[in-house]
């Protein structure tokens, strides 16, 4: 009597827990590069109270992009190799049909991502960014806890070089960019004949100027360091000699320094217009 015996057909693989294992070990590695070994040379790193925020905003996002990365990247690998026809036969695979299991965690996932990712930053926005960005016109909504002891600073651009007047210093008006340190700046930014952008990239804050607005934008020096004042929007033949290297100091060394601008143009000073959010050049004025 003969056994009949039945040859166990091979078990399929699991594509997709080999999928989700790899992925989650090059998840965590890639998140661990970003924070440990990248982030610390994200910009714009830790100049002031707003440029800190941002930084570590830079280096969340990211963090929050190797999952999603890591995903389709893993993905396409594990299929392009897995996958492959081999030999000189090319033969069409199986037709598609969709997956309403797929389909739907891919809606729930994407729009948790998108909602969660949307309140985090218009919390960080109106929390602890403490006002730096682009400016929010003269009536910003985000305003620092001490904004209204803030040192007042007027940006004014213009074709094509910057100055910075001090209403509270007589309303004094010099070509450098100089401000305290651990001490809230409410920049005003405005300009006297095209858009111009004041950036001052170690602060954190990037403002628009506009002829007629008074744009508002507040910052925190952390500490005592040059900082790069740019022009960031396109305004005609020598946009790029709009820069120059401004300066935060000690509370002493300002108090010394303006001290000193406001005896060098003291006559100067005389002819300007009284301080005003923003001013019109005089063929403006001429013009009505």
């Known amino acids: 009597m003969s056994a009949t015996t039945h040859d166990s057909a091979p078990a399929e693989p699991r594509h997709g827990v080999w999928i989700a294992m790899i992925w989650a070990v090059v998840t965590v590695v890639g998140v661990v590069l970003v924070i440990f070994v990248a982030g610390p040379h994200i910009p714009p ?18 963090a929050l992009v190797v999952p999603v990365a890591a995903l389709i990247w893993v993905y396409f690998a594990y299929a392009a190799t897995v996958f492959r026809q ?8 199986p037709p598609l049909t969709g997956h309403n299991g797929i389909q739907t965690t891919w809606l729930i996932v994407t ?24 400016g929010q016109g003269p009536k910003p909504l985000a305003k620092p806890p001490d904004a209204a002891s803030a040192l007042q600073v007027q940006v004014i651009g213009q074709q094509w070089l910057w100055t910075f007047r001090y209403p509270g210093y007589g309303g004094v008006e010099t070509p450098d960019l100089v401000v305290p340190v651990n001490q809230t700046i409410a ?53 790029g000699h709009m820069n120059l290297t401004g300066h935060v100091m000690t509370q002493a060394g300002f108090a010394a320094w ?22 019109y050049p005089m063929p403006l004025r001429r013009a009505g």
């Open 45 to 62: 790193f830790h100049g002031s109270v707003q440029s800190s925020h941002q930084h570590d905003v830079n280096v969340t996002l990211t």
């Open 111 to 134: 729009a948790v991502m998108v909602l969660g990712l949307a309140t985090y930053g218009t919390v960080g926005l109106l929390g602890s960014s403490h006002g730096a960005g682009g």
């Open 187 to 239: 920049f005003h930014v405005t300009s006297l004949d095209v858009i111009h952008s004041f950036w001052a990239y170690e602060l954190g804050v990037k403002a628009d100027a506009v002829p007629g607005t008074d744009n508002v934008a507040f910052v925190k020096a952390l500490k005592v360091q040059s900082i790069q004042v740019r022009c960031a929007e396109l305004c005609g033949l020598w946009h």
């Open 86 to 93: 081999r030999g000189a036969e090319i033969v069409d695979g």
């Open 258 to 279: 303006i001290a000193q601008q406001q005896v060098k143009y003291r006559a100067v000073t005389k002819l300007l217009p009284p301080y005003a959010p923003f001013y």
